[in-house]
């Protein structure tokens, strides 16, 4: 195995990982509010299609990311007024979102597009291109030197070939989940809002004795859960693949809450556990390199089910004592 090799790898690892970073960090938000969301994989679902179907419309993955957003928002209120206005079953209402996104794309999208649930490809300015940073070598030099750009990273430095393949080239959307994560930590640990929102999903009755709307800083938090599964599902549609396909989340947004829990509910441990999620999924794609260590031929079958074996061990408890908000999925009632 070279140096190369692995790079590659963990390439691939911050590619797969980053729409579980953004799924990952909406739920923090707002199981850290006291308002458990499972419904994290329909969000991201329905912003997924609605964002390749806008792209494909309009010719912009700008436009396509905005619709993305709108409509995971619009799940989120809706689970917002079931599980904060009515107090109904935070978990049912998750559930419910699920299926209604996974019928309702599928359903759309053979409407509009006749092509067996799936948007047509994305081409051009309908998909984000990769962000070629300085000193970095990328297309455009591969194209002036006229060689492939593969071949002028396998033959540069180890120094040249971390910057060029890890750190440059990517979506600009990866580099903003890697600053929301910063953002995260800083509005939950430094702001007064961060402040307030984590009391209402430890001890919500103390938050409201001291004058805070209970309900406003719940509202805020599954807004800002659907925003970021909107960045989530749209950088699957828009970015790591060109369209969207049916189910294509692929229980991604199960794996998130796993990484969450795995995590603690804190940020920065949250982008870690969601990398070593896309590390475990990046493995799919080069079996080589495992039976390159191993010395025995490993079925991709194995390795593809790697994160959701995890998810299961998990979920199971055997990373440890995972203590959520006191208050989490319990709606609030004003006493009188």
């Not at 590619?15 to 991201?44: H, N, Q, W, Y």
């Not at 081409?123 to 002028?152: C, K």
């Not at 929301?180 to 007064?192: D, K």
Request: charged share 10%.
């Amino acid at each position: 195995m070279q140096f190369l090799d692995i790079v590659q790898l963990l390439d691939t690892s911050i590619r797969l990982g980053t729409p579980l970073l953004f799924a990952c960090l909406a739920g923090l938000f707002s199981e850290r509010s006291g308002v458990v969301d499972i419904g994290l994989e329909g969000k991201m679902l329905i912003a997924a299609f609605f964002s390749a179907a806008f792209a494909y419309y309009s010719g912009n993955a700008w436009v396509g990311l905005l619709a993305g957003i709108a409509a995971s928002v619009l799940l989120a209120v809706i689970h917002g007024l079931a599980s904060i206005t009515f107090r109904g079953n935070q978990l049912i209402s998750g559930v419910a979102i699920n299926f209604l996104a996974a019928g309702m794309t599928v359903l759309i999208a053979q409407s509009w597009f006749k092509q067996g649930g799936r948007t047509p490809p994305l081409t051009g300015n309908g998909r984000f291109g990769n962000v070629e940073l300085p000193f970095a070598i990328g297309p455009s030099d591969a194209e002036a030197a006229g060689r492939p750009l593969s071949q002028m990273i396998a033959e540069a430095g180890p120094v040249q070939q971390f910057y060029s393949e890890l750190i440059s080239g990517h979506s600009i959307l990866v580099y903003l989940g890697l600053i929301t994560v910063a953002a995260t930590w800083w509005i939950l640990f430094r702001t007064r809002f961060g402040l307030r929102l984590r009391a209402v999903g430890e001890n919500p009755a103390a938050v409201d004795t001291a004058g805070v709307s209970v309900i406003q800083l719940r509202y805020a938090a599954v807004l800002i859960c659907g925003v970021l599964c909107g960045l989530a599902g749209a950088y699957m549609a828009t970015s790591l693949q060109a369209g969207f396909v049916k189910d294509m989340t692929a229980g991604r947004g199960f794996i998130a809450l796993a990484a969450l829990i795995f995590a603690k509910w804190r940020p920065v441990y949250a982008m870690w556990a969601c990398m070593l999620f896309g590390f475990f999924q990046a493995l799919e794609t080069r079996p080589d390199l495992i039976e390159a260590v191993i010395g025995m031929k490993v079925q991709i079958q194995l390795l593809g089910a790697l994160p959701y074996i995890l998810t299961v061990v998990i979920l199971a408890g055997f990373i440890g004592k995972a203590i959520p908000p006191k208050a989490s999925a319990e709606p609030y009632i004003k006493e009188r």
